[in-house]
T-cell receptor, first 117, second 109 residues
Framework: GAGVSQSPRYKVAKRGQDVALRCDPISGHVSLFWYQQALGQGPEFLTY????????KSGLPSDRFFAERPEGSVSTLKIQRTQQEDSAVYLC???????????????FGEGSRLTVL | DAKTTQPNSMESNEEEPVHLPCNHSTISGTDYIHWYRQLPSQGPEYVIH???SNVNNRMASLAIAEDRKSSTLILHRATLRDAAVYYC??????????FGKGTKLSVKP
């Protein structure tokens, strides 16, 4: 497709369930980012991939969060044993360059809204 | 990454220019200034970026102070579709975007 695609757009999970969120970046984009956006806040960085290598995972809030990009294209963000505080919009972004070299433009998907009951 | 400071909210009338300020007094010499905006229920969207000189594109203009400690995003004629949260971000060599809370722009018809 023309843009970054994320699925599902909406996910409701019971507390304690595992969830998986998928991101299809723009074809050929080297860099891929995951962000978490709580209601009324700006996006917060979670993790960054350059091709299949996860170069930065400093933003992952706990070891319940795991991200992978095994073939350097599609990425999955997995959250184990979800908690209510995990409720947020999870945004994926991709960029043609890698690394961004200060000038690259990030293209964002529309996000996956996770609600944990 | 260096921090930016923006007003929480601003209002504008349709078809009038809008000047969105951003302070970044701790900017380093290699940091680029990026602006993104986020419309309701959408992901952020790139608007413009610059280093030292003023920049223009089809969406907006970016005016950068001579000392680079502040910048202003200029929308020349606001439309209702420009109502969004505007984020001013400094991008360093590691290339990650660190968002603040941004400025919520309201446009009145």
């Amino acid at each position: 497709g023309a843009g970054v695609s994320q699925s599902p757009r909406y996910k409701v999970a019971k507390r304690g369930q595992d969830v998986a969120l998928r991101c299809d970046p723009i074809s050929g984009h080297v860099s891929l980012f995951w962000y978490q956006q709580a209601l009324g806040q700006g996006p917060e960085f979670l993790t960054y991939f350059q091709n299949e290598a996860q170069l930065d995972k400093s933003g992952l809030p706990s070891d319940r969060f795991f991200a992978e990009r095994p073939e350097g294209s599609v990425s999955t963000l997995k959250i184990q044993r979800t908690q209510q505080e995990d409720s947020a919009v999870y945004l994926c972004a991709s960029s043609l360059t890698g690394p961004l070299l200060n000038t690259g433009e990030l293209f964002f998907g529309e996000g996956s809204r996770l609600t944990v009951l | 990454d260096a921090k930016t400071t923006q007003p929480n909210s601003m209002e504008s009338n349709e078809e009038e220019p809008v000047h969105l300020p951003c302070n970044h007094s701790t900017i380093s010499g290699t940091d680029y200034i990026h602006w993104y905006r986020q419309l309701p229920s959408q992901g952020p969207e790139y608007v413009i970026h610059g280093l030292t000189s003023n920049v223009n594109n089809r969406m907006a203009s970016l005016a950068i102070a001579e000392d680079r400690k502040s910048s202003t995003l200029i929308l020349h004629r606001a439309t209702l579709r420009d109502a969004a949260v505007y984020y001013c971000i400094l991008m360093g060599s590691q290339g990650n975007l660190i968002f603040g809370k941004g400025t919520k722009l309201s446009v009145k018809p």
